[in-house]
């Protein structure tokens, strides 16, 4: 049986980003249940655009993107549907389109040889015995079982990984259908679309290489009928669809709360959308999929005596992001999607006041960390208290929602 460093599981941007930064420095395993080449096999359902932060990303490590990832064309403009309020507007934004399949590839093919790949690979039992992790998995037509000193869960919305580590844990979950469609716009566009009668998260469209690619995010339960719904209601905006040339559907995590963030324990870690670090606002990714791995390279080739632990501190920032996104998204009805009033939301509670009290709920919640560490508690179980959101004064709350109304978060990756 033959034993890692360091066994990933799932080679997404999170995944081919850190075992590419390990390689050479310790002896790791990584499982992906993609292909090598090709179109065959699993692809990620993706809208395909690449944000500022995923952008920096790369600044930071130096890479540039080849002309086989980048998609024609580039859209410095995202055009805002507002579907109940039957309005439309256009804003500037500085995504690069990309082609999400090849961009996977090409950060797989950027892994040294050092790191033992296994491409169309599935993962079929972890376990931990004898302070080591056992993976059994299936690859090359055989069943393989390997142990691994650390556990990596790269492996997205339906980590198994997260959900062997935390079986109780629920998180909210969508899905994400989008269909293709031959292009019949005579001027290409990408398109944020919001209707609280549909969905309480949002909709897009983006004109990528010849083809129209319309989806959204939806309720599990009659997501195909609300996709369905939509597109029939988006021909009074002059959206032309015409007949699917495929249809693609995913889970996407949808963070609600800060215990939605889970960061691993006993040697395991996890990082990107299994962590759940994805944006509750625009349900962007890739950003945060490359800044977790970076962090855990840093972890991992420093050995501090409580791995999970400094990973834990570590990746505070960037779950006082996220959770910022939650904070300044708009609630929305517990008792179904009825519409949400933005105005009347951002009067009554401000931007400020909002993430005030964000930054208030993360201190209680380290003091809490600390606390239970001392205790030899599992940090990621710690429970923060309930903090009731402050009442901005009266006078303030006309002012302050029109410094807030329609400045919206678009999608991305």
Known sequence: MEHFDVAIIGLGPAGSALARKLAGKMQVIALDKKHQHGTEGFSKPCGGLLAPDAQRSFIRDGLTLPVDVIANPQIFSVKTVDVAASLTRNYQRSYININRHAFDLWMKSLIPASVEVYHDSLCRKIWREDDKWHVIFRADGWEQHITARYLVGADGANSMVRRHLYPDHQIRKYVAIQQWFAEKHPVPFYSCIFDNAITDCYSW???????????GAYPMKDGQT?????KEKMSAFQFQFGKAVKSEKCTVLFPSRWQDFVCGKDNAFLIGEAAGFISASSLEGISYALDSAEILRSVLLKLPEKLNTAYWRATRKLRLKLFGKIVKKPMPDRTGFKKVDYAQWSGAYSTVERLSNALHIAHQQDVRERAN?????????????????????????????????GKVKHAAG
């Open 205 to 215: 469209s983006i004109s990528k290489d010849g083809y129209f690619i319309f989806g």
């Open 226 to 230: 609300r996709f369905t719904a939509l």
């Open 373 to 405: 560490q001392r205790d030899g508690g599992d940090i990621n179980q710690c429970r923060c208290e309930t903090v009731t959101l402050r009442q901005v004064p009266h006078h303030q709350r006309n002012s302050d929602a029109a410094q807030t109304t």
